[in-house]
């Protein structure tokens, strides 16, 4: 990729699937990696693996949710490379499959605070320092195609990457005049740890009616936030890219339409019956 070398990122939620991916394409394109995870030791390891070839790399442990933690890996960015050119916030959690009436404020607030503020922050850090400073660089933000429709679960999780949306839109246009680009990705169905061992089973079933008929690999996301980190998509501000194996674009009420291929009667029982019940006095 063109103008990565000898750069540097930070790279948020650097510990899980997707971030572990992303730290270890992005030291492979010569790009100094500042790796931030909640669990210093998590991010320490993804560093340790990286190989012998790559360019060096430092592990932070940081609460990207708080201004502290933002701060703090910014600094030690500066003071390790002496520069900080791209961010790829990348940060999330899942937060649990609740019906909506039982979805609590601690459980919304926590994911809001992670998903949504968490950019936020990343994002306006970055603006800060670009200010201060005089440079430029470009941005990613951890979107989904949950941020696209709506579902019936993962509320709170839906609702933060509709959110993150209106942050990568806003902030391209805020950066364009200083020629800071943002951009978004919004993985498919990825099977990562953030929905635990279950999800990955249910997510695998799914991921079989997309246009590809298979899930994807954190790597095939890496490799798209890699270009838009890169001198490659200099033209390329504002967008959404959708990484998911066509299953956005799919009619799901017809023939080969993904989830309307299914007996939607298991999903909707329970709220069916949920409701009746309610009606009998």
Same mark, same amino acid.
């Given at each position: 990729?063109?103008?990565?070398?000898?750069t540097v990122?930070?790279?948020t939620?650097?510990?899980g699937?997707?971030?572990?991916?992303?730290?270890?394409?992005?030291a492979?394109?010569?790009?100094?990696?500042v790796?931030?995870?909640?669990n210093?030791?998590?991010?320490?390891?993804v560093?340790?693996? =990286?190989?012998e070839?790559?360019?060096?790399s430092?592990?932070?442990?940081?609460d990207?949710?708080?201004?502290?933690?933002?701060?703090?890996?910014?600094?030690?960015?500066?003071?390790?490379?002496?520069?900080?050119?791209?961010?790829?916030?990348n940060? &999330?959690i899942?937060?649990?499959?609740a019906?909506?009436?039982?979805?609590?404020?601690?459980?919304?607030d926590?994911?809001?605070?992670?998903?949504?503020r968490?950019?936020?922050?990343?994002v306006?850090?970055?603006f800060r320092?670009?200010?201060?400073?005089g440079?430029?660089?470009?941005?990613?933000?951890t979107?989904s195609?949950?941020g696209l429709?709506?579902?019936?679960?993962l =509320?709170?999780?839906?609702?933060s990457k509709?959110?993150t949306?209106?942050l990568i839109?806003?902030?391209a246009v805020y950066?364009g005049?200083?020629?800071?680009?943002?951009n978004?990705?919004?993985?498919?169905?990825?099977?990562?740890s !953030?929905?635990?061992d279950?999800?990955?089973?249910?997510?695998?079933?799914?991921?079989?009616?997309s246009?590809?008929?298979r899930?994807?690999?954190?790597?095939e !996301?890496?490799?798209?936030?890699?270009f838009?980190l890169s001198?490659?998509?200099s033209y !390329?501000t504002?967008?959404?890219?959708? !990484?998911?194996g066509?299953?956005?674009?799919?009619?799901?009420n017809?023939h080969?339409?993904?989830? &309307?291929l299914?007996?939607?009667?298991?999903?909707?029982?329970a709220?069916?019956?949920r409701?009746?019940?309610?009606?009998i006095?």
């Amino acid at each position: 990729m063109n103008g990565l070398s000898g750069t540097v990122a930070v790279v948020t939620g650097a510990g899980g699937g997707l971030g572990a991916a992303a730290v270890a394409r992005l030291a492979s394109e010569g790009v100094h990696v500042v790796a931030v995870d909640l669990n210093e030791e998590t991010a320490a390891k993804v560093v340790a693996a =990286l190989p012998e070839n790559a360019a060096a790399s430092v592990a932070v442990g940081a609460d990207v949710s708080t201004s502290e933690g933002v701060a703090r890996y910014v600094d030690v960015a500066l003071d390790r490379f002496g520069a900080l050119d791209h961010h790829f916030l990348n940060a &999330g959690i899942a937060g649990s499959l609740a019906d909506l009436t039982d979805v609590t404020v601690d459980e919304w607030d926590r994911v809001m605070a992670v998903n949504l503020r968490g950019p936020f922050l990343g994002v306006q850090a970055a603006f800060r320092h670009y200010l201060t400073t005089g440079t430029t660089g470009a941005i990613v933000v951890t979107a989904s195609i949950a941020g696209l429709r709506g579902s019936n679960d993962l =509320l709170a999780y839906t609702t933060s990457k509709h959110g993150t949306l209106g942050l990568i839109h806003g902030a391209a246009v805020y950066g364009g005049p200083i020629g800071v680009r943002v951009n978004g990705v919004a993985p498919g169905i990825v099977p990562t740890s !953030i929905f635990g061992d279950a999800g990955r089973a249910d997510m695998e079933r799914r991921a079989r009616t997309s246009p590809l008929r298979r899930a994807g690999r954190p790597e095939e !996301i890496a490799g798209t936030v890699a270009f838009l980190l890169s001198d490659d998509a200099s033209y !390329i501000t504002g967008e959404i890219v959708s !990484i998911d194996g066509g299953a956005n674009i799919q009619n799901t009420n017809r023939h080969g339409g993904g989830a &309307g291929l299914w007996n939607p009667a298991p999903v909707d029982e329970a709220l069916v019956e949920r409701h009746r019940a309610g009606g009998i006095h």
